[in-house]
């Protein structure tokens, strides 16, 4: 079956760093990826894993372990603006569908 | 900027009637198109894969005659809920994938919301 997981809710004060987790299981494996989306708006992309270890994007940094099905977003520097839900998303190596967890609701506080 | 485009951002309407929504890939080509359903504080739920120049594949439980879905060109994918009730008042999203890496992009989607 497929199974994503990561926290409902997480919250941070501004300037700080907050690592985000998300483990899955799924029958097939073609990447995971992290997306951002502000209350009523569509998800943007924010980075793509394929391989096992760290991919850094500025303040945005997202790492996978392929054996332990495991992948963190790490945000470094805090800012309001990063208030968001956060989505992992897994895509299916045999049917390239992306599977979403429910994503993190991250509330950023002054 | 934006790769795909998705049209309209919203839509009110009575009971009974159908809505289209449109789904663009912008200066790319998309065989393929998806189309998802979000309800309020939930993730982001797969309706269909649209297949240009074919039938749509749809997921367990999503009604094909009552989300139709139309992949006429290798640009446009649409989405047509026919005879809307409230209960399909939802955000409407869909995505596509530009080469090379295929990221699913996605459009800004679409707040149905059926009187």
């Known amino acids: 079956g497929q199974n994503i997981d990561q926290p409902t809710e997480m919250t941070a004060t501004e300037g700080a760093i907050v690592q985000i987790n998300c483990t899955y299981q799924t029958s097939g494996f073609n990447g995971l990826f992290w997306y951002q989306q502000h209350a009523g708006e569509a998800p943007t992309f924010l980075s793509y894993?394929?391989?096992?270890g760290l991919e850094e994007k500025g303040r945005f940094s997202s790492f996978l372990s392929r054996s332990k099905g495991y992948s963190y977003l790490l945000l470094k520097e805090l800012q309001m603006k990063d208030s968001a839900s956060y989505l992992c998303a897994v895509r299916d190596g045999n049917t390239d569908k992306l599977i979403f967890g429910t994503g993190t609701r991250l509330q950023v506080f002054p | 900027g934006a790769v795909v485009s998705q049209h309209p951002s919203r839509v009110i309407c009575k009971s009974g009637t159908s809505v289209k929504i449109e789904c663009r890939s912008l200066d790319f080509q998309a065989t393929t198109m998806f189309w998802y359903r979000q309800f309020p504080k939930q993730s982001l739920m797969l309706m269909a894969t649209s297949n240009e120049g074919s039938k749509a594949t749809y997921e367990q439980g999503v009604e094909k005659d009552k989300f139709l879905i139309n992949h006429a060109s290798l640009t446009l994918s649409t989405l047509t809920v026919t005879s809307a009730h409230p209960e399909d008042s939802s955000f409407y999203i869909c995505?596509?994938?530009?080469?090379?890496?295929?990221?699913?992009?996605f459009g800004a989607g679409t707040r149905l919301s059926v009187l």
């Open positions: 894993n394929v391989l096992d």
């Open positions: 995505s596509a994938s530009p080469p090379p890496k295929n990221i699913q992009y």
